[in-house]
C-alpha cells in the first residue's frame, strides 16, 4: 500500500521547498520592530526541518479528492504553527539549541544593545531580554500562523469552510496543543504521573497539531464547513494515533536506539531525570529493588555506558520494553486500520508511507 | 456634542455587563487542562476593567449605521486580545499585581505542587513555574480571543467580512502591537532614544488595538471587507490618535497628578527610572546643570517629595510640560476633527464622550 520511496522522497521535497518559497516571500516578519525580532520570527521556519505537518495537510487534501494547489496557505499555517510552540517550548526548557541551531531567545540574546555592558548584572539582563523577546518573537509567529490559515481564500477555499478552520484552529486546536504542553510543565513536580496520564499529554501535545493537519487537508479537499463529518473524523483520528505512535518510538529510541543514527546521546531522556512513558512503565511493574536501582539513575548528569545497559536490562526484565511497544503498535495499526478504508488513490500511498515513516524508524 | 453623562455611564454599564456575562458563559477555558490553567485563562477577562476597547467597538459599528448586536463577538474578541497581551506584558515587567489583584504568574505560582516544597531552590522553581504557566495561558487567550472574532459569524456577520477582520487581527495587528510592546523592551537599554522613537512606539504598543477596534467595528457596520475604506480608515485613524493622546496624559498625570485621583503613587515612573516622553522631552532641551540634576533623581528608588517636586519644577522650566501636552492636544484635536465629519446619531455623541474620558481626566 506504501509508495514508491523515490515518490514519497520527491514528493516531500515538493513539499519542502513550496514552505521554503513561501517563507522566504511572506511580507510579514519584515514589518516586525526592531529589525533582529523580525529576523527571529523567520528564523525557525526558515530552518527546514522535516515538514512532515504540511505534506500531511497537502496528502489529506489529495486523498480526498481536492486540488491540492487550494491547501497551500494552510499548510503553510500548521507550519508556523508549529513553530510558534517550538519558540515558546525553548524558553520554557531553557534549551539552548533547535535544529542544530541557536534557541530563538538565544538568537535574539545576541541583540541586547552592547551599550549596555557597563551594569553589573550585564548577563543576567541579557538572558531576560532574551527570554522576553522570544516570547514576543511566538507571539508574532501564532499570529502569522492564523494569518496564513485565512489566507486560505486566496487559495480557492471558500471564506465559510476558512472561518471553519479557523475556529477549528484557535478554539479547540490552542487549549488542547497548549494544555498538553502545561501538563507536560507541571508533571515532572507531581507524584503519581501514570501511563495513562502521559498518554493524554502525548495526545494532546503532539497529537492534536496532527489531527489538526489531517482534518484541515480533508476539510479543504472536501469543500466542507463540518470537522465533525465522517472522513474528517476517521482521517485526523488517524494523524493522531500516529503522532502519538511517533513520541512513543521516540522514547524507545533514546534509550534502546543507535546514537549514530539517532544523533542524540543515547540515554538523554534519563540523564534529565525526564518522567517518560518507559520510565513511568517500567517504576509501575519492576520489582522494588530494580526500581530503586533505575531511580538511582534517573537524572545523574554523568551516566555511564555501563549504567545505561543496566537501566536497558531492568526496563526490559520488568516487561515496559514490552508493553511501550506494543503500545506504539497499537496506535499504529489503528492508523493503519483508519487507511486501508480511505479512498485508493496516489495521496492514500504517500500517506501509508508518510505514517510508515513516523512509526518505523531508527531515528 | 458630547452624550449626556447618564446616557454615557448607562451604555457603558451595558456594554460591561454584556461582555461580563459572555467570558462567564463561554465554555473555552472550561477545557483546558490542568484546572488551575484553565482559572488563570479566564482571570483578568471576569475582572472587570473599562472596557473601553468593545465599547469603541460596538459604537462605531452604530455609527455607521450597523446593527449593534452584529458586534458582540468581535467586542468580546478586543478584549480578549487586550488581555493576552497585559499576561506577557506582566511576565516581561514582572509586575505582581493587575487592577489591584495578583498578576496571572502569581495566581499560577500558587499551583505549584506542594509536593516539591523538600527541594533546595522550591522558590525558584515555583517562580519559574508561575512564569512558564503564564506564557502558556497567554497563548491560550490568544486562541480565545481569534475563536471570539470568528464567531462573528454567528451574530450575521458574513463569513467575507469575518476572514477580513481575522487578517487584520493575525496579520496586521499582531505584529504591529508586539512590534511596540518589543520596542518598550528595547529601549530602556538603548541610547539617543528620541521622542520621535517614543511616539511611534506609542502607536504601535498603544493606537494599533484601538485603531483596529474602531476600523472592525466600522467594518462591521457598513458590511464592508475593505479595511481602506474612507470611513474604516478615518475611524481607524481617530482610535489611534486618541490612545496616543491618552497615554500622553497618563505620562503627565504620573508626575503632576493628584494621587489621590490616579491611586497611584505620584513618580512612581520616576522612581522605576522609566524613560517617558516627559523625561525624554525634558532631557532634550534642559540646560546641562538641570538635567544632570535630574538624571540623579531618575531610577532612586526612595524619592521625596521634595525631590518630585524638583524634577517637576525642572520638566516645568524646561518647555517640556508644555509641549507634552501641546502634543496630546494636537492628537485629541485631531480626533476630534475626525469625529465632526461622521454621521450625526446618538452613537457619534457616544463616541465623543468616550474620546473626553481618554483625553479630559485627571485619574
Known amino acids: 500500500?506504501?509508495?514508491?520511496?523515490?515518490?514519497?522522497?520527491?514528493?516531500?521535497?515538493?513539499?519542502?521547498?513550496?514552505?521554503?518559497?513561501?517563507?522566504?516571500?511572506?511580507?510579514?516578519?519584515?514589518?516586525?520592530?526592531?529589525?533582529?525580532?523580525?529576523?527571529?520570527?523567520?528564523?525557525?521556519?526558515?530552518?527546514?526541518?522535516?515538514?512532515?505537518?504540511?505534506?500531511?495537510?497537502?496528502?489529506?487534501?489529495?486523498?480526498?479528492?481536492?486540488t491540492i494547489e487550494k491547501a497551500r496557505h494552510a499548510a503553510l499555517a500548521v507550519e508556523l504553527y508549529h513553530n510558534w510552540t517550538l519558540v515558546h517550548d525553548d524558553i520554557i526548557d531553557q534549551d539552548e539549541l533547535r535544529r542544530g541551531h541557536p534557541a530563538c531567545h538565544t538568537l535574539l540574546r545576541e541583540s541586547f544593545p552592547s551599550t549596555a555592558t557597563h551594569l553589573g548584572d550585564f548577563g543576567e539582563r541579557r538572558d531576560k531580554f532574551g527570554y522576553d523577546m522570544a516570547i514576543l518573537a511566538g507571539d508574532i509567529q501564532h499570529g502569522w500562523a492564523v494569518d496564513a490559515l485565512a489566507r486560505s481564500t486566496l487559495d480557492g477555499v471558500c471564506p465559510k469552510v476558512t472561518v471553519a478552520l479557523i475556529r477549528r484552529m484557535a478554539g479547540w486546536l490552542t487549549p488542547a496543543l497548549i494544555s498538553g504542553e502545561a501538563l507536560d510543565v507541571a508533571f515532572p513536580h507531581m507524584?503519581?504521573?501514570?501511563?495513562?496520564?502521559?498518554?493524554?499529554m502525548l495526545?494532546?501535545?503532539?497529537?492534536?497539531?496532527?489531527?489538526?493537519?489531517?482534518?484541515?487537508?480533508?476539510?479543504?479537499?472536501?469543500?466542507?464547513?463540518?470537522?465533525?463529518?465522517?472522513?474528517?473524523?476517521?482521517?485526523?483520528?488517524?494523524?493522531?494515533?500516529?503522532?502519538?505512535?511517533f513520541q512513543l518510538v521516540d522514547d524507545w529510541l533514546n534509550i534502546f536506539g543507535d546514537a549514530k543514527a539517532t544523533g542524540k546521546p543515547v540515554g538523554s531522556d534519563l540523564r534529565e531525570g525526564k518522567k517518560t512513558m518507559l520510565l513511568t512503565m517500567t517504576l509501575e511493574t519492576a520489582p522494588r529493588q530494580a526500581s530503586s536501582e533505575l531511580l538511582e539513575l534517573v537524572g545523574?548528569?554523568?551516566?555511564?555506558?555501563?549504567?545505561?545497559?543496566?537501566?536497558?536490562?531492568?526496563?526490559?526484565?520488568?516487561?515496559?520494553?514490552?508493553?511501550?511497544?506494543?503500545?506504539?503498535?497499537?496506535?499504529?495499526?489503528?492508523a493503519s486500520d483508519i487507511l486501508?478504508?480511505?479512498?485508493?488513490?496516489?495521496?492514500?500511498a504517500l500517506l501509508a508511507s508518510w505514517l510508515d515513516q513516523l512509526v518505523n524508524r531508527t531515528k
Chains 1, 2 share one sequence.
Not at 24 to 37: E, F, I, K
Not at 191 to 200: A, I, K
Request: net charge neutral.
Open 1 to 66: 500500500m506504501k509508495a514508491d520511496k523515490n515518490e514519497f522522497d520527491s514528493e516531500l521535497r515538493l513539499v519542502c521547498s513550496q514552505m521554503d518559497r513561501m517563507v522566504a516571500a511572506d511580507p510579514l516578519p519584515a514589518t516586525v520592530r526592531p529589525l533582529y525580532l523580525g529576523d527571529a520570527v523567520r528564523a525557525y521556519p526558515s530552518r527546514g526541518g522535516k515538514r512532515l505537518r504540511p505534506a500531511l495537510l497537502i496528502w489529506s487534501c489529495g486523498l480526498m479528492g481536492g
Open 191 to 200: 507524584e503519581g504521573v501514570s501511563p495513562v496520564d502521559l498518554e493524554t
Open 203 to 245: 495526545a494532546l501535545k503532539t497529537g492534536a497539531l496532527l489531527q489538526f493537519a489531517a482534518e484541515s487537508g480533508a476539510m479543504i479537499g472536501l469543500d466542507t464547513a463540518d470537522h465533525d463529518r465522517i472522513e474528517v473524523r476517521e482521517l485526523g483520528l488517524l494523524a493522531r494515533c500516529g503522532g502519538i505512535a
Open 300 to 334: 545523574k548528569p554523568d551516566l555511564s555506558a555501563e549504567e545505561i545497559d543496566c537501566a536497558r536490562e531492568i526496563m526490559r526484565a520488568s516487561g515496559a520494553e514490552a508493553r511501550l511497544l506494543g503500545l506504539a503498535k497499537k496506535f499504529s495499526d489503528s
Open 340 to 348: 486501508v478504508r480511505m479512498p485508493d488513490n496516489r495521496y492514500r
